[in-house]
T-cell receptor, first 112, second 112 residues
């Protein structure tokens, strides 16, 4: 039933490690997003894909690499994790008829 | 570029008090305007939206009117409940656009 799901919900790891976060949506939307939310709740868009093609790539370190194997999935891989990567990462998809974005529950990443 | 400015929180209220969260925007053309709400530990969910000037969005007792002359979309609720405690985000998207521009979020705490 979950419209937009993310795994894992919590991720605790050491500096320098590589990790991935997965996102899946069952809404049939073509456009998906990754956002980063910092400790002050500020939301920053990172990437957007439309039907497996990258359409938005904000100023994000190239240690972050999104991958969309199909239009229902948008995964985020992070290399060489740094302390400053600690945040909550949200996946979302967009209804093209209403422009409404549907968000996943978030993945809280803690880098030690 | 587009931008959204909303009042900084936290806003602390007693139950049944009147809530207003100010939101103003800068954008070319005629964007759609949104209010999203984030309850503790959850992702964002759409609260209400308006797509053209003088439209009023409403949901769960909350209302906001799209005012083009003042470029504003203030959120109001006449009588808040403890369950309204959350972070509220004002946002806009350009017509046929893919990028949602968020304000900084306003934390609201309602005390019994």
């Amino acid at each position: 039933d979950t419209a937009v799901s993310q795994t894992p919900k919590y991720l605790v790891t050491q500096m320098g490690n590589d990790k991935s976060i997965k996102c899946e949506q069952n809404l049939g939307h073509d456009t998906m997003y990754w956002y980063k939310q910092d400790s002050k709740k500020f939301l920053k868009i990172m990437f957007s894909y439309n039907n497996k093609e990258l359409i938005i790539n904000e100023t994000v370190p190239n240690r972050f690499s999104p991958k969309s194997p199909d239009k229902a999935h948008l995964n985020l891989h992070i290399n060489s994790l740094e302390l400053g990567d600690s945040a909550v990462y949200f996946c979302a998809s967009k209804d093209p008829n209403t422009d409404t974005q549907y968000f996943g529950p978030g993945t809280r990443l803690t880098v030690l | 570029g587009n931008s959204v400015t909303q009042m900084e929180g936290p806003v602390t209220l007693s139950e049944e008090a009147f809530l207003t969260i100010n939101c103003t925007y800068t954008a070319t053309g005629y964007p759609s305007l949104f209010w999203y709400v984030q309850y503790p530990g959850e992702g964002l969910q759409l609260l209400l939206k308006a797509t053209k000037a003088d439209d009023k969005g409403s949901n769960k007792g909350f209302e906001a009117t799209y005012r083009k002359e003042t470029t504003s979309f203030h959120l109001e609720k006449g009588s808040v409940q403890v369950s309204d405690s959350a972070v509220y985000f004002c946002a806009l998207i350009k017509a046929a656009g893919n990028k949602l521009t968020f304000g900084g979020g306003t934390r609201v705490l309602v005390k019994p």
